[in-house]
């Protein structure tokens, strides 16, 4: 079976061609740089609906397929910005009407857990996905991908973002902040964890008022850093000895970070645990993720019905059922 599935949750919106044994045939894409301040969602929703059309004949001729071919259209259900899910919802129905095919919505992050496996083998891990929008660790248990902890207010991309932007430093901001840090020491920022959940905008509204008062602009990206990294390993690290699993997986856009990549890894390996890292093209959003969660979702439930196709902008990951996890172990 040949599935193609269709990202755009946010600011980059993808196509993928994947096999039923994972085999990527196919993998095309696009991201909207906005030039001042963040993403605007009816921006996303635009840039989307200008690519998908380019991006679809693009893949397929990527795969060297012809549209009879495909066998079923998935598409990210949620959780994303409204107006952006809404294009990739309606690109996806057209798309599975017009060719006569079935169509599945899948879990965005999820998306990102099942390719991460894919691309790295791990089995079961404890998972911590970072991105502009999401931070959360994620586990499988009893069935489903449970959420073991995740931000009270924004995602720690946004916070790094976020500090980009107020500070002149640009967008995106992960990446500037992690240069700068280099040459940064320690200036004592808010560390917040709360049960098992982290919180970044205090963080963040300190790490501004150190920038106002004149402190180093690399001692506070090094800090910033420094701790908003400890919170998620911390948190990670909690995951792990609760589940006794043996497998961590980073992934997301902010897993580029290679300071956050060496505290992840070490503290796997204090657990005796494997750290993995997909590819970083399978690690960002992307097409592929969609189109082979579709595939399992296809597999264990079948085709959703039209009527059931509307984005669900909030979608938890652990509204899914899962049982392809357990399968896959016998
Ligand atoms: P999602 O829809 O999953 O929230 P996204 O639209 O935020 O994804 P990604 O490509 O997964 O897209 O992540 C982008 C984020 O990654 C940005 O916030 C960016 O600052 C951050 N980032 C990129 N490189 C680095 C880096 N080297 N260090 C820290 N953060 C980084
Ligand atoms: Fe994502």
Redesign the pocket.
């Known amino acids: 079976m040949i599935s193609l599935g269709i990202e755009g ?4 919106t993808g196509i993928g061609i994947v096999d039923s044994d994972g085999n990527v045939l196919a993998m095309a894409g696009k ?1 909207l740089y906005p030039e001042v301040g963040g ?1 605007h969602p009816r921006e996303a929703a635009e840039h989307h609906a200008k690519w998908i059309p380019q991006l679809i004949p693009q893949a397929m001729e990527e795969a060297g397929l012809d549209y009879k071919d495909i066998d079923l259209i998935s598409f990210s259900q949620g959780p ?1 910005l409204g107006p952006a899910l809404r294009i990739v919802a309606s690109s996806a129905r057209s798309l599975a009407l017009s060719l006569g095919i079935p169509i599945v919505g899948v879990n ?2 999820i998306g ?1 857990v099942e390719i991460g496996k894919l691309d790295t083998g791990a089995k079961n891990p404890v998972t911590l ?6 931070s959360q660790v994620i586990a499988y248990e009893s069935g489903r991908y449970r959420i073991f902890g995740e931000t009270l207010d924004i ?7 976020h500090f ?1 932007r107020e500070t002149g430093l640009g ?5 500037v ?3 700068l840090a280099k040459d940064g020491s320690y200036i004592d920022l808010p560390y917040v964890v709360k049960g098992m959940d982290f919180s970044f905008s205090g963080l963040l509204s300190s790490a501004l008022r150190a920038h106002e008062n004149g402190e180093r602009i690399e001692d506070i990206c090094f800090s910033l ?1 420094e701790t908003a990294f400890a919170m998620l390993v911390e948190v990670t690290e909690r995951a792990l000895a609760h589940t006794e699993k043996d497998e961590v997986l980073l ?10 990549r060496d505290m992840m890894k070490i503290m796997a390996e204090e657990h005796y645990a494997k750290f993995y890292m997909p590819e970083m093209k399978y ?3 992307n097409g592929v993720m969609i189109a082979w969660l579709g595939q399992l979702m296809y597999d264990n439930f079948g085709p959703l019905d039209i009527k059931d196709t509307a984005i669900i902008q909030r979608f938890r990951t652990d509204e899914v059922d899962a049982p392809w996890v357990d399968n896959r172990k016998e």
């Open positions: 949750t946010a600011e980059k991201q993403i994303g965005h992050c990102h996905y970072v991105s502009g929008g999401n995602a720690i991309g946004n916070c790094l973002d980009g967008h995106p901001g992960g990446p902040v992690e240069k850093q992934c997301g856009g902010v897993s580029a970070n290679s300071r956050l690690s960002g959003d």
